[in-house]
């Protein structure tokens, strides 16, 4: 379901939207939120709660890792985009999985009419990083 307005998101938002993150936000194209749902290190999968306002996005990237890795998307609240490099962008809705290889550059974000959260879960892997890349372009973002 799209949610234009912040307070009807907010009570989707059954993870929560957690607070700003500005620790990522130079590799975003607006405003996006980052709440952890278990404590970083503490367990065997990295589980985060992640919003994204309307229309944004985060930069292409690619989950690097010499054996294993990856990530998985799990829909929670609102609607997005997720697309694959040489890959139609895939329409994501309350309830929509996407697994993500290690080695697939990517990019993931909000519809431009609604807020969008999803569980982030970076699968477990040996030597695992994050390279990020380009910005999506807006005449990109905007033909979806």
């Given at each position: ?11 989707a938002n ?15 194209i ?114 979806l």
């Amino acid at each position: 379901m799209k949610y234009s307005n912040k307070a009807a998101f907010e009570k989707a938002n059954m993870f929560g939207t957690g607070m700003p993150n500005d620790a990522y936000s130079k590799y975003f194209i607006g405003n996006s939120y980052l709440n952890f749902l278990v404590k970083p290190g503490e367990t065997p999968l990295f589980l985060a709660n992640v919003t994204f306002e309307p229309a944004c996005r985060n930069n292409w990237h690619i989950h690097q890792a010499t054996s294993g890795g990856g990530q998985m998307l799990i829909c929670t609240a609102g609607e997005g985009w997720y697309q694959q490099e040489k890959e139609e962008a895939v329409s994501m809705k309350e309830g929509s999985i996407v697994y993500i290889p290690a080695g697939k550059k990517h990019w993931h974000g909000a519809k431009a009419d609604s807020w969008f959260s999803h569980i982030s879960i970076e699968i477990p892997g040996t030597e695992c990083r994050n390279e990020w890349l380009e910005p999506v372009s807006d005449e990109d973002y905007n033909r979806l």
